[in-house]
């Protein structure tokens, strides 16, 4: 059986998972050797962490417009309350759109619940992959508006373990 974790380096674990993982070709093990573990404890504790449900997956943040996506825009639109699951599970699905999901909407001022993101090279392209869409969908006779994205802002995943105390400094 596996050694457990101690509490320091549980909550060490959780402040270099928020940094990401380490580009190298063995993060796990790069974590180990930050939070003074095993590779093998890391990857325990990771696994009991998903079996309590505590993440559902580790993902990957890009930044779209070093790679040339310079047009993002998020299409929102008002769909009928009944209709939105199986619209937004329909939209999700299209290779064009990379994130689809609902909101309340907020009255009066805000009436749209599904949101859209769609990142192309030029604004004209991401246009007409929405009107495309409008249209493939039948929903081009329903409120919507697109949304383009007209400065950018530092993406980085959730943050939920406590700051270090006053003059410790997390490493990453």
Same mark, same amino acid.
């Given at each position: 059986?596996?050694?457990?974790?101690?509490?320091?380096?549980?909550?060490?674990?959780? $402040?270099?998972?928020?940094?990401?993982?380490?580009?190298?070709?063995?993060?796990?093990?790069?974590?180990?050797?930050?939070?003074?573990?095993?590779?093998?404890?890391?990857?325990?504790?990771?696994?009991?962490?998903?079996?309590?449900?505590?993440?559902?997956?580790?993902?990957?943040?890009?930044?779209?417009?070093?790679?040339?996506?310079?047009?993002?825009?998020?299409?929102?639109?008002?769909?009928?309350?009944?209709?939105?699951?199986?619209?937004?599970?329909?939209?999700?699905?299209?290779?064009?759109?990379?994130?689809?999901?609902?909101?309340?909407?907020?009255?009066?001022?805000?009436?749209?619940?599904?949101?859209?993101?769609?990142?192309?090279?030029?604004?004209?392209?991401?246009?007409?992959?929405?009107?495309?869409?409008?249209?493939?969908?039948?929903?081009?006779?329903?409120?919507?508006?697109?949304?383009?994205?007209?400065?950018?802002?530092?993406?980085?995943?959730?943050?939920?373990?406590?700051?270090?105390?006053?003059?410790? $400094?997390?490493?990453?």
């Amino acid at each position: 059986m596996k050694a457990l974790l101690k509490a320091e380096q549980l909550l060490a674990l959780r $402040r270099q998972l928020e940094l990401g993982l380490p580009l190298v070709p063995r993060p796990y093990l790069a974590l180990a050797q930050q939070i003074g573990a095993e590779e093998s404890q890391v990857l325990a504790q990771m696994h009991q962490w998903q079996r309590q449900q505590l993440f559902r997956r580790i993902g990957l943040v890009l930044n779209h417009r070093a790679l040339g996506f310079a047009a993002n825009a998020m299409l929102v639109l008002d769909i009928p309350d009944a209709l939105v699951d199986e619209v937004g599970h329909r939209l999700g699905r299209e290779a064009g759109i990379s994130l689809c999901y609902q909101r309340p909407r907020r009255l009066p001022q805000w009436r749209y619940n599904l949101f859209c993101m769609i990142h192309g090279r030029r604004r004209e392209q991401v246009e007409a992959q929405i009107q495309a869409l409008l249209e493939q969908h039948l929903l081009s006779d329903l409120p919507h508006q697109v949304l383009f994205s007209t400065q950018a802002f530092k993406q980085c995943g959730a943050r939920f373990a406590p700051a270090p105390p006053d003059g410790a $400094r997390a490493h990453g």
